[in-house]
Protein backbone atom coordinates (compact mmCIF):
# COMPACT_ATOMS: atom_id res chain seq x y z
CA UNK A 1 0.00 0.00 0.00
CA UNK A 2 1.70 3.02 -0.97
CA UNK A 3 0.73 6.61 -0.46
CA UNK A 4 -0.63 7.06 -3.57
CA UNK A 5 -3.21 4.27 -2.49
CA UNK A 6 -6.23 5.93 -2.78
CA UNK A 7 -7.97 3.58 -0.48
CA UNK A 8 -5.01 4.59 2.07
CA UNK A 9 -5.72 8.18 1.53
CA UNK A 10 -8.92 8.48 2.22
CA UNK A 11 -7.85 6.34 5.94
CA UNK A 12 -5.28 8.94 6.41
CA UNK A 13 -7.93 11.51 5.40
CA UNK A 14 -10.39 10.26 7.83
CA UNK A 15 -7.89 10.33 10.99
CA UNK A 16 -7.51 14.34 9.97
CA UNK A 17 -4.49 13.77 7.69
CA UNK A 18 -5.59 16.81 5.49
CA UNK A 19 -2.33 16.14 2.91
CA UNK A 20 -4.07 13.04 2.11
CA UNK A 21 -7.31 14.78 1.89
CA UNK A 22 -6.25 17.02 -0.44
CA UNK A 23 -4.45 14.60 -2.89
CA UNK A 24 -7.45 12.53 -2.30
CA UNK A 25 -8.92 15.17 -4.18
CA UNK A 26 -6.44 15.88 -6.95
CA UNK A 27 -7.48 12.14 -7.52
CA UNK A 28 -10.92 12.81 -8.15
CA UNK A 29 -10.05 16.15 -10.71
CA UNK A 30 -8.32 13.78 -12.61
CA UNK A 31 -11.00 11.34 -13.29
CA UNK A 32 -9.53 8.24 -11.65
CA UNK A 33 -12.23 7.51 -9.30
CA UNK A 34 -14.03 4.92 -11.04
CA UNK A 35 -10.77 3.82 -12.28
CA UNK A 36 -8.81 3.53 -8.87
CA UNK A 37 -11.80 1.67 -7.53
CA UNK A 38 -12.81 4.15 -5.04
CA UNK A 39 -16.17 5.40 -6.09
CA UNK A 40 -17.81 3.00 -3.66
CA UNK A 41 -16.26 4.23 -0.76
CA UNK A 42 -16.90 7.86 -1.67
CA UNK A 43 -20.86 7.17 -2.55
CA UNK A 44 -22.25 4.45 -0.55
CA UNK A 45 -21.06 4.91 2.85
CA UNK A 46 -21.15 8.67 5.34
CA UNK A 47 -23.01 11.58 2.90
CA UNK A 48 -22.03 14.87 4.13
CA UNK A 49 -25.21 17.35 3.73
CA UNK A 50 -24.18 19.74 1.12
CA UNK A 51 -25.26 23.64 0.05
CA UNK A 52 -24.42 25.22 -3.12
CA UNK A 53 -23.74 28.73 -3.28
CA UNK A 54 -24.25 30.82 -6.26
CA UNK A 55 -24.73 34.03 -7.81
CA UNK A 56 -23.51 37.33 -9.70
CA UNK A 57 -19.41 38.19 -9.06
CA UNK A 58 -19.68 41.09 -6.88
CA UNK A 59 -23.18 39.45 -5.19
CA UNK A 60 -20.64 38.77 -1.80
CA UNK A 61 -20.57 35.03 -2.13
CA UNK A 62 -17.45 34.58 -0.74
CA UNK A 63 -17.71 36.97 2.88
CA UNK A 64 -21.03 34.84 3.10
CA UNK A 65 -19.34 31.53 2.82
CA UNK A 66 -17.09 33.10 5.18
CA UNK A 67 -19.41 34.09 7.81
CA UNK A 68 -21.69 30.79 6.74
CA UNK A 69 -18.17 29.04 8.01
CA UNK A 70 -18.23 30.13 11.33
CA UNK A 71 -22.10 30.04 12.07
CA UNK A 72 -22.55 26.15 10.68
CA UNK A 73 -19.91 25.45 13.56
CA UNK A 74 -21.52 26.66 16.36
CA UNK A 75 -24.85 25.58 15.10
CA UNK A 76 -25.08 23.39 12.00
CA UNK A 77 -26.31 19.81 13.47
CA UNK A 78 -26.01 16.64 11.07
CA UNK A 79 -28.50 13.89 10.56
CA UNK A 80 -29.08 11.77 13.49
CA UNK A 81 -26.81 14.05 15.54
CA UNK A 82 -27.09 16.03 18.92
CA UNK A 83 -24.10 18.27 18.82
CA UNK A 84 -22.65 20.89 15.91
CA UNK A 85 -21.08 19.66 13.63
CA UNK A 86 -16.79 19.60 14.00
CA UNK A 87 -16.03 20.37 10.76
CA UNK A 88 -16.86 21.89 8.09
CA UNK A 89 -15.87 21.60 4.13
CA UNK A 90 -15.65 24.19 1.13
CA UNK A 91 -15.23 23.77 -2.29
CA UNK A 92 -14.60 26.72 -4.39
CA UNK A 93 -15.37 26.44 -8.03
CA UNK A 94 -13.74 27.99 -10.95
CA UNK A 95 -14.87 26.66 -14.12
CA UNK A 96 -13.07 29.27 -16.29
CA UNK A 97 -9.48 28.09 -14.39
CA UNK A 98 -7.56 25.03 -15.89
CA UNK A 99 -5.79 25.06 -12.17
CA UNK A 100 -6.79 24.50 -8.35
CA UNK A 101 -5.83 23.48 -5.13
CA UNK A 102 -5.22 27.23 -4.00
CA UNK A 103 -3.06 28.49 -6.25
CA UNK A 104 -5.65 30.71 -7.50
CA UNK A 105 -7.44 31.80 -4.46
CA UNK A 106 -7.73 34.89 -5.46
CA UNK A 107 -9.77 36.60 -2.90
CA UNK A 108 -10.05 33.48 -0.94
CA UNK A 109 -7.70 35.42 1.01
CA UNK A 110 -10.77 36.42 2.82
CA UNK A 111 -11.12 32.83 4.36
CA UNK A 112 -7.81 33.22 5.88
CA UNK A 113 -8.76 33.35 9.08
CA UNK A 114 -10.65 29.64 8.59
CA UNK A 115 -7.68 28.52 6.88
CA UNK A 116 -5.52 28.05 10.13
CA UNK A 117 -8.73 26.83 11.53
CA UNK A 118 -8.20 23.21 11.44
CA UNK A 119 -12.07 22.27 11.73
CA UNK A 120 -12.36 23.84 8.31
CA UNK A 121 -11.05 22.62 5.02
CA UNK A 122 -10.92 24.83 2.09
CA UNK A 123 -9.94 23.70 -1.18
CA UNK A 124 -10.58 25.06 -5.08
CA UNK A 125 -11.54 22.50 -7.75
CA UNK A 126 -10.89 23.31 -11.53
CA UNK A 127 -11.43 21.70 -15.06
CA UNK A 128 -8.96 19.28 -14.97
CA UNK A 129 -9.57 15.87 -16.17
CA UNK A 130 -12.49 14.41 -15.01
CA UNK A 131 -14.40 13.52 -17.98
CA UNK A 132 -17.48 14.62 -16.88
CA UNK A 133 -16.12 17.71 -16.43
CA UNK A 134 -16.99 20.09 -12.88
CA UNK A 135 -20.26 18.58 -13.15
CA UNK A 136 -19.35 14.75 -11.91
CA UNK A 137 -15.65 15.98 -10.62
CA UNK A 138 -17.62 18.44 -7.75
CA UNK A 139 -20.21 15.49 -6.41
CA UNK A 140 -17.07 13.02 -6.46
CA UNK A 141 -15.33 15.48 -4.19
CA UNK A 142 -18.26 16.26 -1.70
CA UNK A 143 -18.40 12.17 -1.90
CA UNK A 144 -14.38 12.32 -0.64
CA UNK A 145 -15.64 14.66 1.78
CA UNK A 146 -18.74 12.70 3.45
CA UNK A 147 -16.41 9.85 3.05
CA UNK A 148 -13.37 11.35 5.33
CA UNK A 149 -16.20 12.48 7.94
CA UNK A 150 -17.58 15.93 7.19
CA UNK A 151 -21.10 16.51 7.43
CA UNK A 152 -21.18 19.99 5.93
CA UNK A 153 -19.62 21.17 2.54
CA UNK A 154 -20.33 24.23 1.32
CA UNK A 155 -19.50 24.54 -2.65
CA UNK A 156 -19.18 28.20 -3.81
CA UNK A 157 -18.81 28.99 -7.32
CA UNK A 158 -17.48 31.74 -8.59
CA UNK A 159 -20.14 33.17 -11.32
CA UNK A 160 -23.18 32.18 -12.73
CA UNK A 161 -22.10 30.53 -16.19
CA UNK A 162 -23.95 27.40 -17.32
CA UNK A 163 -21.28 25.08 -15.35
CA UNK A 164 -22.00 26.65 -12.06
CA UNK A 165 -25.70 26.08 -11.82
CA UNK A 166 -25.10 22.61 -13.22
CA UNK A 167 -22.51 22.32 -10.20
CA UNK A 168 -24.74 24.65 -7.43
CA UNK A 169 -27.91 21.66 -8.48
CA UNK A 170 -25.75 18.73 -7.48
CA UNK A 171 -26.10 19.81 -3.94
CA UNK A 172 -28.23 18.55 -1.44
CA UNK A 173 -29.44 22.66 -1.48
CA UNK A 174 -28.85 25.40 -3.34
CA UNK A 175 -28.77 28.94 -2.17
CA UNK A 176 -28.74 31.95 -4.54
CA UNK A 177 -27.13 35.44 -3.79
CA UNK A 178 -28.29 38.41 -5.20
CA UNK A 179 -28.07 42.13 -3.94
CA UNK A 180 -30.33 44.80 -3.85
CA UNK A 181 -30.72 47.28 -6.99
CA UNK A 182 -33.10 47.49 -9.36
CA UNK A 183 -33.85 44.34 -12.07
CA UNK A 184 -31.92 41.94 -10.14
CA UNK A 185 -34.53 39.79 -9.38
CA UNK A 186 -35.09 40.26 -13.35
CA UNK A 187 -31.21 39.59 -14.12
CA UNK A 188 -31.75 35.96 -11.99
CA UNK A 189 -34.29 34.67 -13.72
CA UNK A 190 -33.12 35.20 -17.09
CA UNK A 191 -29.91 33.81 -15.70
CA UNK A 192 -31.91 30.64 -14.97
CA UNK A 193 -31.37 31.03 -11.05
CA UNK A 194 -35.12 31.08 -9.89
CA UNK A 195 -35.29 27.15 -11.16
CA UNK A 196 -33.05 25.76 -8.70
CA UNK A 197 -32.78 28.20 -5.84
CA UNK A 198 -34.33 26.98 -2.44
CA UNK A 199 -33.17 30.19 -0.79
CA UNK A 200 -32.26 33.13 -2.11
CA UNK A 201 -29.96 35.63 0.15
CA UNK A 202 -30.13 39.59 -0.68
CA UNK A 203 -26.56 40.51 0.47
CA UNK A 204 -25.15 44.04 0.82
CA UNK A 205 -29.69 44.45 2.33
CA UNK A 206 -28.45 47.24 4.46
CA UNK A 207 -27.89 49.45 0.65
CA UNK A 208 -31.53 51.08 -0.79
CA UNK A 209 -33.31 48.68 -2.71
CA UNK A 210 -33.38 45.69 -0.36
CA UNK A 211 -37.11 45.27 0.23
CA UNK A 212 -37.78 46.22 -3.56
CA UNK A 213 -35.59 43.42 -4.35
CA UNK A 214 -37.59 41.06 -2.11
CA UNK A 215 -41.14 42.08 -3.39
CA UNK A 216 -39.40 41.26 -6.97
CA UNK A 217 -38.20 38.33 -6.21
CA UNK A 218 -41.66 37.27 -4.44
CA UNK A 219 -43.66 38.37 -7.14
CA UNK A 220 -41.38 36.01 -9.63
CA UNK A 221 -42.12 33.35 -7.45
CA UNK A 222 -45.68 33.94 -7.32
CA UNK A 223 -46.05 33.63 -11.04
CA UNK A 224 -43.48 30.89 -11.62
CA UNK A 225 -43.79 27.28 -10.80
CA UNK A 226 -42.58 26.17 -7.18
CA UNK A 227 -40.24 23.26 -7.04
CA UNK A 228 -41.04 19.90 -8.37
CA UNK A 229 -41.28 18.67 -4.70
CA UNK A 230 -43.37 21.38 -3.18
CA UNK A 231 -40.80 23.90 -1.84
CA UNK A 232 -41.33 27.66 -1.83
CA UNK A 233 -37.65 29.05 -1.50
CA UNK A 234 -37.06 31.21 1.13
CA UNK A 235 -35.43 34.78 1.06
CA UNK A 236 -33.57 35.68 3.51
CA UNK A 237 -32.22 39.29 3.80
CA UNK A 238 -27.83 39.87 4.76
CA UNK A 239 -25.30 41.44 5.56
CA UNK A 240 -22.63 39.20 5.29
CA UNK A 241 -19.58 42.05 6.17
CA UNK A 242 -21.24 42.64 9.45
CA UNK A 243 -22.96 39.05 9.84
CA UNK A 244 -26.70 40.52 10.04
CA UNK A 245 -28.69 37.84 8.89
CA UNK A 246 -26.61 35.01 9.32
CA UNK A 247 -28.84 33.30 11.92
CA UNK A 248 -32.16 34.08 10.30
CA UNK A 249 -30.18 32.39 7.19
CA UNK A 250 -29.81 29.14 9.36
CA UNK A 251 -32.90 28.61 10.13
CA UNK A 252 -33.97 29.07 6.51
CA UNK A 253 -31.41 26.28 5.72
CA UNK A 254 -33.10 24.42 9.08
CA UNK A 255 -36.68 24.57 7.47
CA UNK A 256 -35.17 22.96 3.93
CA UNK A 257 -33.62 20.26 5.85
CA UNK A 258 -36.93 19.71 7.98
CA UNK A 259 -38.50 19.72 4.21
CA UNK A 260 -36.20 17.82 3.23
CA UNK A 261 -36.35 15.00 5.48
CA UNK A 262 -40.06 14.64 5.61
CA UNK A 263 -40.17 12.97 2.32
CA UNK A 264 -39.04 15.61 -0.23
CA UNK A 265 -35.72 14.91 -0.08
CA UNK A 266 -35.89 11.01 -1.64
CA UNK A 267 -37.49 12.29 -4.31
CA UNK A 268 -34.89 14.81 -4.76
CA UNK A 269 -32.25 12.42 -3.90
CA UNK A 270 -33.74 10.21 -7.09
CA UNK A 271 -33.78 13.04 -9.46
CA UNK A 272 -29.82 13.89 -8.86
CA UNK A 273 -28.95 10.47 -9.35
CA UNK A 274 -30.55 10.06 -12.06
CA UNK A 275 -29.08 13.56 -13.70
CA UNK A 276 -25.54 11.47 -12.47
CA UNK A 277 -25.95 7.94 -14.17
CA UNK A 278 -27.40 10.36 -17.74
CA UNK A 279 -24.10 12.32 -17.24
CA UNK A 280 -21.60 9.78 -16.70
CA UNK A 281 -23.29 8.12 -19.78
CA UNK A 282 -22.58 10.58 -22.05
CA UNK A 283 -19.62 11.24 -20.75
CA UNK A 284 -18.35 8.01 -21.38
CA UNK A 285 -20.41 8.37 -24.89
CA UNK A 286 -18.36 11.47 -25.54
CA UNK A 287 -14.89 9.68 -24.69
CA UNK A 288 -15.85 6.74 -27.61
CA UNK A 289 -16.50 9.61 -29.87
CA UNK A 290 -13.32 10.99 -29.30
CA UNK A 291 -12.01 7.95 -30.20
CA UNK A 292 -14.01 6.96 -33.19
CA UNK A 293 -12.63 9.84 -34.91
CA UNK A 294 -9.20 8.74 -33.91
CA UNK A 295 -9.46 6.21 -36.23
CA UNK A 296 -9.01 5.66 -40.23
CA UNK A 297 -12.38 4.66 -40.84
CA UNK A 298 -13.48 7.96 -39.51
CA UNK A 299 -10.91 10.00 -41.72
CA UNK A 300 -12.17 7.83 -44.39
CA UNK A 301 -15.50 8.89 -44.12
CA UNK A 302 -14.91 12.49 -43.42
CA UNK A 303 -13.36 12.74 -46.91
CA UNK A 304 -16.22 10.98 -48.11
CA UNK A 305 -18.97 13.44 -46.95
CA UNK A 306 -16.66 16.56 -47.85
CA UNK A 307 -16.39 15.56 -51.25
CA UNK A 308 -19.91 14.64 -51.65
CA UNK A 309 -19.99 11.10 -52.48
CA UNK A 310 -21.86 10.24 -49.04
CA UNK A 311 -24.44 11.69 -46.97
CA UNK A 312 -23.18 12.32 -43.04
CA UNK A 313 -25.87 10.10 -41.99
CA UNK A 314 -25.14 7.47 -43.94
CA UNK A 315 -21.58 7.89 -42.70
CA UNK A 316 -22.65 7.75 -39.12
CA UNK A 317 -24.94 4.25 -39.55
CA UNK A 318 -21.36 3.16 -41.35
CA UNK A 319 -18.93 4.00 -38.23
CA UNK A 320 -18.71 1.33 -35.40
CA UNK A 321 -17.66 2.27 -31.92
CA UNK A 322 -14.02 0.91 -31.92
CA UNK B 1 -46.18 8.68 -55.07
CA UNK B 2 -47.82 11.30 -52.49
CA UNK B 3 -47.59 14.66 -52.11
CA UNK B 4 -45.92 14.27 -49.51
CA UNK B 5 -43.46 12.21 -50.69
CA UNK B 6 -40.09 14.24 -50.02
CA UNK B 7 -38.70 13.05 -53.81
CA UNK B 8 -42.01 14.05 -54.99
CA UNK B 9 -41.55 17.20 -52.99
CA UNK B 10 -37.64 17.86 -53.94
CA UNK B 11 -38.62 17.62 -57.69
CA UNK B 12 -41.56 19.99 -57.59
CA UNK B 13 -38.94 22.20 -55.60
CA UNK B 14 -36.57 22.27 -58.68
CA UNK B 15 -39.19 22.86 -60.26
CA UNK B 16 -39.99 26.80 -58.22
CA UNK B 17 -42.89 24.80 -56.76
CA UNK B 18 -42.72 27.10 -53.24
CA UNK B 19 -45.02 25.11 -51.40
CA UNK B 20 -43.21 21.99 -52.13
CA UNK B 21 -39.94 23.73 -50.50
CA UNK B 22 -41.53 24.94 -47.71
CA UNK B 23 -42.93 21.52 -47.05
CA UNK B 24 -39.48 19.94 -47.34
CA UNK B 25 -38.29 22.51 -45.24
CA UNK B 26 -40.43 21.24 -42.38
CA UNK B 27 -39.57 17.62 -43.42
CA UNK B 28 -35.93 18.79 -42.86
CA UNK B 29 -36.97 20.55 -39.15
CA UNK B 30 -38.83 17.44 -38.02
CA UNK B 31 -35.81 15.19 -38.36
CA UNK B 32 -37.15 12.92 -40.91
CA UNK B 33 -34.31 13.59 -43.41
CA UNK B 34 -32.22 10.66 -42.75
CA UNK B 35 -35.34 8.39 -42.14
CA UNK B 36 -37.07 9.24 -45.10
CA UNK B 37 -34.52 8.54 -47.27
CA UNK B 38 -33.63 11.77 -48.49
CA UNK B 39 -30.25 12.41 -46.86
CA UNK B 40 -28.84 11.45 -50.56
CA UNK B 41 -30.17 13.83 -52.06
CA UNK B 42 -29.32 16.50 -50.28
CA UNK B 43 -26.07 15.92 -49.43
CA UNK B 44 -24.16 14.63 -52.28
CA UNK B 45 -25.68 16.79 -55.80
CA UNK B 46 -25.40 20.63 -56.28
CA UNK B 47 -24.50 22.52 -53.06
CA UNK B 48 -25.19 25.96 -52.38
CA UNK B 49 -22.54 28.44 -51.05
CA UNK B 50 -23.89 29.20 -48.05
CA UNK B 51 -23.09 33.07 -45.76
CA UNK B 52 -23.96 32.64 -41.95
CA UNK B 53 -24.99 36.23 -40.89
CA UNK B 54 -24.63 36.61 -36.96
CA UNK B 55 -23.99 39.27 -34.41
CA UNK B 56 -25.91 40.64 -31.52
CA UNK B 57 -29.27 41.99 -31.91
CA UNK B 58 -29.92 45.76 -33.04
CA UNK B 59 -26.14 45.59 -35.46
CA UNK B 60 -28.74 45.35 -38.19
CA UNK B 61 -28.71 42.09 -39.19
CA UNK B 62 -32.00 42.10 -40.92
CA UNK B 63 -31.42 45.17 -42.59
CA UNK B 64 -27.47 44.00 -43.79
CA UNK B 65 -29.52 40.82 -45.05
CA UNK B 66 -31.92 42.90 -46.85
CA UNK B 67 -29.41 44.38 -48.66
CA UNK B 68 -27.36 41.44 -49.36
CA UNK B 69 -30.11 39.91 -51.18
CA UNK B 70 -30.69 42.96 -53.31
CA UNK B 71 -26.53 42.71 -54.19
CA UNK B 72 -26.36 39.06 -54.74
CA UNK B 73 -28.80 38.83 -57.31
CA UNK B 74 -27.15 41.64 -59.24
CA UNK B 75 -23.46 40.27 -59.55
CA UNK B 76 -23.44 36.44 -57.20
CA UNK B 77 -21.39 34.40 -59.59
CA UNK B 78 -21.81 30.66 -59.17
CA UNK B 79 -18.90 28.76 -58.73
CA UNK B 80 -18.39 27.52 -62.27
CA UNK B 81 -21.01 29.76 -63.77
CA UNK B 82 -21.52 33.13 -65.69
CA UNK B 83 -23.68 35.07 -65.13
CA UNK B 84 -25.63 36.25 -61.33
CA UNK B 85 -27.63 33.74 -59.55
CA UNK B 86 -31.11 33.29 -60.57
CA UNK B 87 -32.32 32.80 -56.65
CA UNK B 88 -31.25 33.68 -53.96
CA UNK B 89 -32.47 31.96 -50.57
CA UNK B 90 -32.91 33.02 -46.95
CA UNK B 91 -32.77 31.26 -43.70
CA UNK B 92 -33.78 33.13 -40.21
CA UNK B 93 -32.97 30.68 -37.26
CA UNK B 94 -34.12 31.66 -33.98
CA UNK B 95 -32.65 28.93 -31.46
CA UNK B 96 -35.36 30.40 -28.65
CA UNK B 97 -38.48 30.04 -30.57
CA UNK B 98 -40.48 26.82 -30.96
CA UNK B 99 -42.26 28.42 -33.94
CA UNK B 100 -41.21 28.54 -37.86
CA UNK B 101 -42.59 28.87 -40.77
CA UNK B 102 -43.28 33.00 -41.03
CA UNK B 103 -45.80 32.66 -38.07
CA UNK B 104 -42.98 34.72 -35.47
CA UNK B 105 -40.88 36.46 -38.60
CA UNK B 106 -41.35 39.98 -36.02
CA UNK B 107 -38.98 42.27 -37.68
CA UNK B 108 -39.01 40.15 -40.99
CA UNK B 109 -41.36 42.64 -42.58
CA UNK B 110 -38.59 44.44 -43.36
CA UNK B 111 -37.64 42.04 -46.08
CA UNK B 112 -41.68 42.38 -47.56
CA UNK B 113 -40.24 43.81 -50.54
CA UNK B 114 -38.25 40.62 -51.07
CA UNK B 115 -41.39 38.11 -50.15
CA UNK B 116 -43.25 39.58 -53.14
CA UNK B 117 -40.16 38.65 -55.21
CA UNK B 118 -40.37 34.78 -57.14
CA UNK B 119 -36.41 35.16 -56.92
CA UNK B 120 -35.99 35.24 -53.04
CA UNK B 121 -36.89 32.32 -50.89
CA UNK B 122 -37.33 33.32 -47.21
CA UNK B 123 -38.05 30.90 -44.58
CA UNK B 124 -37.31 31.15 -40.90
CA UNK B 125 -36.30 27.98 -39.27
CA UNK B 126 -36.76 26.73 -34.88
CA UNK B 127 -35.96 24.51 -32.90
CA UNK B 128 -38.66 21.45 -33.89
CA UNK B 129 -38.26 18.06 -34.00
CA UNK B 130 -34.59 17.51 -35.40
CA UNK B 131 -32.10 15.23 -32.87
CA UNK B 132 -29.37 17.45 -33.25
CA UNK B 133 -30.86 20.53 -33.10
CA UNK B 134 -30.61 23.58 -35.38
CA UNK B 135 -26.82 23.07 -35.87
CA UNK B 136 -27.74 19.63 -37.88
CA UNK B 137 -31.40 21.28 -39.05
CA UNK B 138 -29.20 24.06 -40.73
CA UNK B 139 -27.20 22.44 -42.88
CA UNK B 140 -30.09 19.92 -43.96
CA UNK B 141 -32.10 23.20 -44.42
CA UNK B 142 -28.95 24.35 -46.67
CA UNK B 143 -28.81 20.97 -48.71
CA UNK B 144 -32.39 21.18 -49.42
CA UNK B 145 -32.45 24.31 -51.15
CA UNK B 146 -29.16 23.71 -52.95
CA UNK B 147 -30.56 20.26 -54.58
CA UNK B 148 -33.19 22.65 -55.32
CA UNK B 149 -31.46 24.78 -57.12
CA UNK B 150 -30.49 27.63 -55.64
CA UNK B 151 -26.92 28.88 -55.65
CA UNK B 152 -26.65 31.14 -52.19
CA UNK B 153 -28.44 30.49 -49.38
CA UNK B 154 -27.87 33.35 -46.36
CA UNK B 155 -28.62 32.28 -43.09
CA UNK B 156 -29.32 35.28 -40.39
CA UNK B 157 -29.25 34.29 -37.06
CA UNK B 158 -31.11 36.66 -34.33
CA UNK B 159 -28.49 37.00 -31.60
CA UNK B 160 -25.28 35.77 -30.32
CA UNK B 161 -25.73 32.56 -28.66
CA UNK B 162 -24.12 29.40 -28.50
CA UNK B 163 -26.41 27.90 -30.55
CA UNK B 164 -26.06 30.41 -33.20
CA UNK B 165 -22.30 30.53 -32.95
CA UNK B 166 -22.46 27.08 -34.20
CA UNK B 167 -25.23 27.81 -36.99
CA UNK B 168 -23.12 30.25 -38.45
CA UNK B 169 -20.10 28.02 -38.43
CA UNK B 170 -21.69 25.42 -40.18
CA UNK B 171 -22.12 27.66 -43.19
CA UNK B 172 -19.47 28.00 -45.87
CA UNK B 173 -18.82 31.63 -44.46
CA UNK B 174 -19.27 33.34 -41.77
CA UNK B 175 -20.16 37.43 -41.42
CA UNK B 176 -19.98 39.12 -37.95
CA UNK B 177 -21.80 41.96 -37.31
CA UNK B 178 -21.50 45.31 -35.58
CA UNK B 179 -21.73 48.38 -34.54
CA UNK B 180 -19.67 51.58 -34.04
CA UNK B 181 -19.14 52.18 -30.05
CA UNK B 182 -16.71 51.53 -27.34
CA UNK B 183 -15.80 47.85 -26.23
CA UNK B 184 -17.56 46.15 -29.14
CA UNK B 185 -14.93 44.63 -30.22
CA UNK B 186 -13.87 43.49 -27.06
CA UNK B 187 -17.53 41.76 -26.74
CA UNK B 188 -17.56 40.21 -29.63
CA UNK B 189 -14.29 38.52 -28.66
CA UNK B 190 -15.78 37.77 -25.33
CA UNK B 191 -18.60 35.93 -27.12
CA UNK B 192 -16.32 33.79 -29.20
CA UNK B 193 -17.20 35.87 -32.29
CA UNK B 194 -13.95 36.34 -33.43
CA UNK B 195 -13.21 32.71 -33.84
CA UNK B 196 -15.74 31.88 -36.35
CA UNK B 197 -15.54 35.62 -38.51
CA UNK B 198 -14.50 35.24 -42.29
CA UNK B 199 -15.42 39.06 -42.10
CA UNK B 200 -16.47 41.12 -40.06
CA UNK B 201 -19.12 44.53 -41.10
CA UNK B 202 -19.53 47.33 -38.71
CA UNK B 203 -22.39 48.56 -39.58
CA UNK B 204 -23.90 51.66 -39.31
CA UNK B 205 -20.70 52.82 -40.00
CA UNK B 206 -22.02 56.84 -40.32
CA UNK B 207 -22.39 56.97 -36.92
CA UNK B 208 -19.32 57.99 -34.84
CA UNK B 209 -16.49 55.69 -33.47
CA UNK B 210 -16.45 53.34 -36.85
CA UNK B 211 -12.64 53.71 -37.29
CA UNK B 212 -11.95 52.96 -33.76
CA UNK B 213 -13.44 49.79 -33.93
CA UNK B 214 -12.25 49.51 -36.66
CA UNK B 215 -8.67 49.41 -34.95
CA UNK B 216 -9.93 47.75 -32.31
CA UNK B 217 -10.54 44.65 -34.48
CA UNK B 218 -7.82 44.68 -36.45
CA UNK B 219 -5.84 45.23 -32.94
CA UNK B 220 -7.40 42.02 -31.74
CA UNK B 221 -7.23 40.26 -35.04
CA UNK B 222 -3.06 41.15 -34.90
CA UNK B 223 -2.98 39.39 -31.39
CA UNK B 224 -5.05 36.56 -31.80
CA UNK B 225 -4.43 33.97 -34.55
CA UNK B 226 -5.40 33.84 -37.57
CA UNK B 227 -8.30 30.94 -38.96
CA UNK B 228 -5.99 27.60 -39.60
CA UNK B 229 -6.48 27.81 -42.93
CA UNK B 230 -4.31 31.08 -43.49
CA UNK B 231 -7.00 33.55 -43.88
CA UNK B 232 -7.03 37.02 -41.90
CA UNK B 233 -10.94 38.11 -41.49
CA UNK B 234 -11.26 40.93 -43.19
CA UNK B 235 -13.12 44.04 -42.30
CA UNK B 236 -16.25 46.39 -44.10
CA UNK B 237 -17.65 49.47 -42.85
CA UNK B 238 -21.02 49.39 -44.10
CA UNK B 239 -24.67 51.76 -43.54
CA UNK B 240 -27.33 48.92 -44.83
CA UNK B 241 -29.89 51.59 -44.36
CA UNK B 242 -28.25 53.69 -47.36
CA UNK B 243 -26.91 50.59 -49.13
CA UNK B 244 -23.36 52.24 -48.26
CA UNK B 245 -20.64 49.34 -48.41
CA UNK B 246 -22.85 46.59 -49.84
CA UNK B 247 -20.30 46.62 -53.09
CA UNK B 248 -17.24 46.58 -50.89
CA UNK B 249 -18.92 43.94 -49.12
CA UNK B 250 -19.12 41.55 -51.71
CA UNK B 251 -15.58 42.39 -53.12
CA UNK B 252 -14.44 40.64 -49.62
CA UNK B 253 -17.02 37.94 -50.16
CA UNK B 254 -15.38 37.64 -53.22
CA UNK B 255 -11.79 37.38 -51.94
CA UNK B 256 -13.12 35.04 -49.76
CA UNK B 257 -14.60 32.78 -52.27
CA UNK B 258 -11.09 32.92 -54.34
CA UNK B 259 -9.09 32.12 -50.95
CA UNK B 260 -11.43 29.27 -50.46
CA UNK B 261 -11.75 27.65 -54.16
CA UNK B 262 -7.37 28.03 -54.00
CA UNK B 263 -7.46 25.20 -51.97
CA UNK B 264 -7.79 26.51 -48.12
CA UNK B 265 -11.94 24.99 -49.12
CA UNK B 266 -11.43 21.64 -48.86
CA UNK B 267 -9.91 21.54 -45.25
CA UNK B 268 -12.90 23.69 -44.53
CA UNK B 269 -15.26 21.34 -45.82
CA UNK B 270 -13.22 18.54 -43.85
CA UNK B 271 -13.43 20.05 -40.76
CA UNK B 272 -17.23 20.60 -40.91
CA UNK B 273 -18.00 17.26 -42.52
CA UNK B 274 -15.95 16.05 -39.00
CA UNK B 275 -17.94 18.00 -36.87
CA UNK B 276 -21.12 17.18 -38.89
CA UNK B 277 -20.36 13.05 -38.16
CA UNK B 278 -19.53 13.72 -34.50
CA UNK B 279 -23.02 15.86 -33.97
CA UNK B 280 -25.04 12.95 -35.44
CA UNK B 281 -23.18 10.42 -33.85
CA UNK B 282 -23.87 12.30 -30.63
CA UNK B 283 -27.36 13.39 -31.38
CA UNK B 284 -27.73 9.73 -32.02
CA UNK B 285 -26.16 8.89 -28.58
CA UNK B 286 -28.07 11.37 -26.68
CA UNK B 287 -31.50 9.74 -28.42
CA UNK B 288 -29.90 6.20 -26.88
CA UNK B 289 -29.63 7.91 -23.31
CA UNK B 290 -33.44 9.22 -23.14
CA UNK B 291 -34.45 5.55 -24.57
CA UNK B 292 -32.44 3.67 -21.52
CA UNK B 293 -33.45 6.12 -19.08
CA UNK B 294 -37.07 4.61 -19.62
CA UNK B 295 -36.38 1.34 -19.00
CA UNK B 296 -36.73 -0.17 -15.41
CA UNK B 297 -33.41 -1.18 -15.40
CA UNK B 298 -32.68 2.71 -15.05
CA UNK B 299 -35.38 3.67 -13.11
CA UNK B 300 -33.79 0.57 -10.32
CA UNK B 301 -30.37 1.91 -10.97
CA UNK B 302 -31.46 5.02 -9.83
CA UNK B 303 -33.02 3.49 -6.62
CA UNK B 304 -30.24 2.14 -5.92
CA UNK B 305 -27.87 5.15 -6.00
CA UNK B 306 -30.40 7.50 -4.36
CA UNK B 307 -30.42 5.02 -1.28
CA UNK B 308 -26.51 4.60 -1.54
CA UNK B 309 -26.40 1.02 -2.19
CA UNK B 310 -24.70 1.27 -5.60
CA UNK B 311 -21.89 3.70 -6.61
CA UNK B 312 -23.03 5.86 -9.71
CA UNK B 313 -20.54 4.98 -11.85
CA UNK B 314 -20.61 0.94 -10.76
CA UNK B 315 -24.55 1.68 -11.87
CA UNK B 316 -23.74 3.17 -15.13
CA UNK B 317 -21.26 -0.12 -16.03
CA UNK B 318 -24.56 -2.24 -15.40
CA UNK B 319 -26.28 -0.13 -18.08
CA UNK B 320 -26.92 -1.79 -21.30
CA UNK B 321 -28.06 0.29 -24.61
CA UNK B 322 -32.01 -0.99 -25.52
Redesign the interface.
Known amino acids: MTKRDPEALLQAAKEQNRVALARLLTVVENDE ?2 ARGI ?2 L ?4 H ?1 AFSIGITGAPGAGKSTLTDRMIATSLERFVPAGGSAAIREVGVLCVDPTSPFSGGAILGDRVRMQDHALDARVFIRSLATRGHLGGLSLAVPDAIGVLGAAGFDLVLVETVGVGQVELEVAATADATIVVLTPGWGDAMQAAKAGLLEIADLFVINKADRPGASEARRDLSQMLDIGSARPDGWRPLIVETVATSGDGTVELFDAIDALRAHLASGAG ?1 AR ?2 E ?3 T ?3 R ?3 A ?3 RA ?1 EG ?2 ATAT ?1 ER ?3 D ?12 DL ?1 QLP
Chains 1, 2 share one sequence.
Not at 42 to 45: K, Q, Y
Not at 308 to 316: C, L, R
Open positions: VAAPLWTGRVRRQAALLRIYARMAVLAFLVEVATGSIDPYAAVL
